[in-house]
């Protein structure tokens, strides 16, 4: 979660009317569970927006940018300063009063955590100010990170054993859901599906994307952790039935320790070959065992060993094990 002092901070020094930030899963950019802001947005923009995004109607990541070095940039700079022709102006700044966005990528140690946006309706956003929240993003990309980290309950033992799954027809009404589709919305504390989570918006939106271009990329999906520390695995996939209408089918289900166990790694900031090594570590593999996998000598992976223990404050594959992984696996 983003901690209401450093908005705070944030607005002391850069002052915006309203603000929206959103947590997402790194792997895919999609939306998770964690998010806030004070934009109004109707139920039917939240599911517009989403696949607009997915589209490439409105960007989901700050590329432009970020190839000069920075990861915040006002909304002009993305559509060639013709911001009153970007969806997003369009269908939400503009009717609510706003004229100027500033995106930020709340990415650190090369992976991102999170998006962030601030509008106000004048003067436009100075490249001073714009430089003060790319200096932050490192801070706010971290305590998103760290609320990965943060101590999980344990899953529940009436968790369902098998996926949830529920169809949405082309008006983004339940067509169907099952028991467990209903148990899992209840646990992450969905009420009505007409006000769809974020992370559900996007896969959707996403889903119906792949359907239009190429159904051989991979199924659009999401990790997210429920207020029970519970993490979850959401994907879409749409379905064309000659018959019917077509239907967007949403599945929901435990994520695996093969799914979380990387973001665990990726967020105590292990190196890609530091991550693997860890992740052979929790499968049970000897120093021995690990080198011939990995085409590295048994010393390379002591030293790789030690940087771990060090990083996240361990001293054996036990601990590591015991204190680092396995509170949030026995989430999932």
């Known amino acids: 979660m983003l901690p209401d002092k450093l908005l705070e901070a944030l607005g002391s020094i850069v002052p915006f009317d309203r603000f929206c930030w959103g947590a ?43 190839r000069s070095g920075r990861y915040a940039a006002r909304l ?18 503009r009717p609510n009063g706003l004229e100027h966005q500033l995106r930020a990528a709340l990415v650190v140690d090369g992976t991102q955590w999170g998006t962030l946006h601030i509008e106000r309706c004048r003067p436009d956003f100075t490249a001073r100010e714009v430089a003060i929240v790319d200096a932050l993003v490192p ?35 339940v067509d169907s859901i099952s028991p467990e589709a209903e148990h899992w919305f209840s646990e992450w504390g ?31 999906s999401a990790r997210l952790r429920l207020a029970t520390g519970t993490w979850l695995h959401v ?7 000659p ?23 990726r967020a105590n900031q292990l190196s890609q070959r530091e991550t693997e090594i860890a992740l052979l570590v929790l499968r049970g593999l000897s120093t021995n065992e690990i080198a011939a996998k990995l085409f590295i000598s048994a010393y390379t992976v002591q030293d790789h060993l030690k940087s771990i223990f060090e990083r996240v404050g361990v001293r054996s594959r036990r601990e590591l094990v015991t204190e680092v992984f396995e509170p949030h696996l026995l989430a999932a």
Request: aromatic content about 4%.
């Open 76 to 93: 002009a700079e993305f559509v060639d300063e013709r911001s009153e022709q970007d969806p997003s102006y369009q269908r939400i700044l």
């Open 243 to 265: 018959d019917r209408a077509a239907r967007t089918a949403v599945m929901l289900e435990h994520a695996s320790q093969d799914q979380v166990a990387p973001l665990i790694a």
């Open 235 to 241: 994907r879409a996939t749409h379905l064309i039935r």
């Open 190 to 220: 969905v009420a009505d599906l007409r006000v769809p989570p974020p992370a559900i918006a996007a896969v959707v939106g996403a889903a119906r994307a792949r359907s239009d271009r190429n159904n051989h990329e991979i199924i659009p």
């Open 139 to 173: 801070h706010f990309a971290h305590a998103l990170r760290r609320w990965i980290l943060a101590t999980p309950n344990h899953a529940a033992s009436g968790d369902p054993a098998i996926p949830g799954v529920v169809l949405l027809d082309e008006d983004n009404n």
């Open 24 to 66: 997402v899963d790194p792997a895919s950019l999609l939306p998770t569970r964690a998010t806030g802001t004070t934009v109004p947005c109707t139920t039917p923009l939240i599911w517009e927006v989403q696949e607009l995004v997915a589209r490439g109607a409105v960007r989901r990541d700050l590329r432009p940018p970020a």
